[in-house]
């Protein structure tokens, strides 16, 4: 059972009730405001320990129920490891660490934000603070039967306790931001199709608006009149219209300063069209819009942090289904840029509609770069499984910030190869390029695919099969949508691009 999480701030004081939470490194050893309240228990952190092999090893934690001595209900302790450890400690994992040790049943708890060596430095104190709200996300909002213990909706009060609360709570407000374009990335992964499909889509990306964003939606008439062929031949097998979605965010002193760009394929779900995939494992499909979902999230939180920056979020939104005016294996199509492209699977429609929007973004708003992610190829889950997703890209300076960008974040990115032999292998017959390369080497002819719509601006290509869905749980994510990007993307804006 997942719980909300109310976020404060508090002098770095004992708790007063509640359950507490300390940090100890591997002698056991804590901060001074930690030592003296333990204190208060004699000897009964090194009993507990001994009773249960807790060695104080990172993120490993100690459980003491009504502890004696201390007025809590119940006392956890986090271990932080040697000090090289805590000195490359992810305090965001260290955040969801601890709330999940936190019983669902509690209704307050309070964090000793010190380790041995003092007060922890604010930025950290407030990647506490996101990893306990990532860790605590659930969607259960279709879910009618639940246990008595579950019935109601629980709120934890979780108080960090700080040694500057000022600062941490200026650096918090901007993790809640990014928190919120997560939460808001992993609920639209996690909607079932017959609920949001391009339309509704469309209409919850425009309630953004109300944070300052502009949002402009096309429809299929005006997409038409633009001459979107490859996006819109995804979803002509659709009773649900597909939609193209452009959020602009002008937070840049100079209001003239060539935005950045984010572009995600929002697939709402994908049958394979005539290509029909196994039925085996379909119902994921509903995934298939993560990079969508994504670009959304990363727009909510650039608005709500008040990114310096001017930036563009731009999402393809369609449905690729089978019936009898679905396009077909062997159709031509002609994109937006003007070039054709023969259909040799129709199962390969993701490209198709990331071609179109990544050339009317290229072509409208100039942007400083383009970025686009997807949930594009099985291939990259051979590749990669599902620590890292595949990045492609034509700029080095632009790759390596993703990098590391994506080190700092956990939000890992593993560069690919592009080359003049992979894009021979989408060079069509009968016209400038095929939807597909064959089954070798498909993570790379699909971003060669891509390629051929960006031109000389500077683009990475984000392969997020293996990370928006279904991923392996982790310290801060226990949800089948992961919101993957979100962090590592607002890592790379508030790194290299505001001012």
Avoid at 132 to 151: G, I, S, V
Avoid at 243 to 258: E, F, I, S, Y
Wanted: proline letters at 4%.
């Amino acid at each position: 059972m997942a719980f909300d999480v109310r976020l404060s701030l508090a002098p770095l004081a004992p708790p007063a009730g509640g359950v507490g939470i300390v940090f100890v490194d591997a002698d056991l050893g804590a901060g001074p405001v930690t030592t003296a309240f333990l204190a208060g228990a004699g000897d009964l952190l090194k009993r507990a320990a001994e009773a249960d092999g807790f060695k104080g090893k990172a993120l490993s934690t100690l459980d003491i129920v009504a502890p004696a001595g201390l007025a809590l209900s119940r006392l956890i302790v986090v271990g932080l490891g040697k000090a090289d450890d805590i000195a490359r400690a992810d305090w965001v994992k260290v955040g969801g660490t601890l709330a999940g040790r936190i019983p669902a049943g509690a209704a307050s708890a309070t964090v000793l934000l010190e380790t041995p060596s003092g007060p922890l430095e604010p930025a950290k104190a407030a990647d506490i603070g996101l990893g306990a709200r990532l860790r605590a996300y659930a969607f259960e909002r279709y879910k009618t039967r639940k246990k008595d213990a579950d019935a109601e909706a629980k709120t934890l009060a979780l108080t960090l306790a700080v040694g500057d609360e000022a600062v941490v709570k200026k650096a918090l407000k901007a993790r809640a931001a990014v928190a919120d374009g997560v939460i808001l990335a992993r609920d639209l992964v996690n909607e079932p199709p017959n609920v949001l499909y391009p339309e509704e889509f469309a209409d919850r990306a425009k309630a953004l608006e109300k944070l300052g964003v502009e949002v402009d939606v096309l429809d299929v008439k005006a997409m038409r009149k633009l001459g979107m062929g490859a996006l819109l031949g995804v979803g002509q097998g659709s009773a649900h219209e597909s939609r193209l979605v452009v959020m602009r965010w002008n937070g840049a002193k100079d209001a003239k300063q060539p935005p950045v760009a984010f572009i995600g394929k929002g697939v709402t779900f994908d049958t394979g069209g005539i290509s029909i995939k196994p039925g085996a494992g379909m119902e994921d499909m509903k995934g298939d819009m993560g990079g969508a979902a994504c670009v959304v999230g990363l727009m909510q939180a650039l608005a709500a942090r008040k990114a310096k920056v001017n930036a563009v979020g731009a999402i393809g939104l369609t449905e690729n289904m089978p019936d009898g005016n679905a396009q077909r294996p062997g159709d031509i199509v002609t994109s937006l840029s003007g070039q054709t492209i023969e259909i040799i699977n129709t199962d390969a429609e993701g490209r198709l509609v990331l071609a179109d929007v990544l050339w009317y973004v290229q072509e409208r708003y100039k942007p400083k770069f383009m970025v686009d992610l997807a949930t594009l190829t099985g291939a990259i889950l051979v590749a990669l499984a599902q620590e890292h997703a595949g990045l492609f890209s034509n700029n080095d300076e632009l790759a390596g910030r993703l990098l590391e960008a994506g080190t700092r974040t956990g939000e890992r990115v593993w560069r690919m190869p592009l080359g003049p032999e992979y894009d021979k292998m989408i060079d069509s017959k009968f016209a400038d390029m095929k939807n597909t390369g064959g089954r070798h080497g498909g993570s790379i002819t699909a971003a060669q695919f891509l390629q051929r719509f960006v031109n000389d601006t500077p683009w990475a290509h984000l392969d997020i099969a293996g990370t928006a869905m279904g991923s392996p749980a982790s310290e801060i994510n226990r949800s089948w949508g992961s919101g993957w990007g979100v962090r590592l993307l607002d890592r790379l804006v508030a790194d290299h691009y505001e001012g």
